[in-house]
């Protein structure tokens, strides 16, 4: 059972380079949704899609962008990379309502160093 | 006020002690309530949900407040499997479509 699979699983860039960090899952969820977590900042939300084709902003939105083009793949594109964007992020996803069942299922994080 | 507050401990605790977590949420108008269990440096898990009249689940007993806003956790028995950190999670203010997590509080459970 593959669920939620995330990659790379680690990354070095510079400042100003852009990336791509894929996220696809088989589990046919409808939602899926981005996180970092960052010591001491818990995990705080980036982007969610409740569906294909359709995505909205989180919390902390600003430098990422997403799509939703598939039912399965929800990358994260990191467009500048900066150094405050270190983190480790997260890709989770959910069926049905996310709020109902409460239950994501989390990949297993892709720890990001922007130097 | 932060939407999801918890001590972060780290709460340390000899094996077979009882241990109990709180967690504070500033939406009043929050209806879904979880823990989440993440081991050091793995992913985040769903423990158990959290309902109005409280629910069990073995050792694991999750308490709903409303009145106060806080939710709570206890766990009896402890195990050193139990070491871990454990998520408060709310749904979002945006609506019924984000979860707000805490930042978690440590446990430690020693011999």
């Known amino acids: 059972n593959a669920g939620v699979t995330q990659t790379p699983k680690f990354q070095v860039l510079k400042t100003g380079q852009s990336m791509t960090l894929q996220c696809a899952q088989d589990?046919?969820?409808?939602?899926m949704s981005w996180y970092r977590q960052d010591p001491g900042m818990g995990l705080r939300l980036i982007h969610y899609s409740v569906g294909a084709g359709i995505t909205d902003q989180g919390e902390v939105p600003n430098g990422y962008n997403v799509s939703r083009s598939t039912t399965e793949d929800f990358p994260l594109r990191l467009l500048s990379a900066a150094p405050s964007q270190t983190s480790v992020y997260f890709c989770?996803?959910?069926?049905?309502?996310?709020?109902?069942?409460?239950?994501?299922?989390f990949g297993e994080g892709s720890r990001l160093t922007v130097l | 006020r932060k939407e999801v507050e918890q001590d972060p401990g780290p709460f340390n605790v000899p094996e077979g002690a009882t241990v109990a977590f709180n967690c504070t949420y500033s939406?009043?108008?929050?209806?879904?309530f979880f823990w989440y269990r993440q081991d050091c440096r793995k992913e985040p898990k769903l423990l158990m949900s959290?309902?109005?009249s409280g629910n069990e689940d073995g050792r694991f007993t999750a308490q709903l407040n409303r009145a106060s806003q806080y939710i709570s956790l206890l766990i009896r028995d402890s195990k050193l499997s139990d070491s871990a950190t454990y998520l408060c999670?709310?749904?979002?203010?945006?609506?019924?479509?984000?979860?707000?997590f805490g930042k978690g509080t440590m446990l430690l459970v020693s011999p």
């Open positions: 989770a996803s959910s069926r049905g309502t996310v709020t109902n069942t409460g239950e994501l299922f």
């Open positions: 939406n009043s108008a929050s209806q879904s």
């Open positions: 589990m046919n969820h409808e939602y």
């Open positions: 999670v709310v749904n979002g203010n945006s609506g019924y479509s984000t979860l707000t």
């Open positions: 959290v309902y109005s």
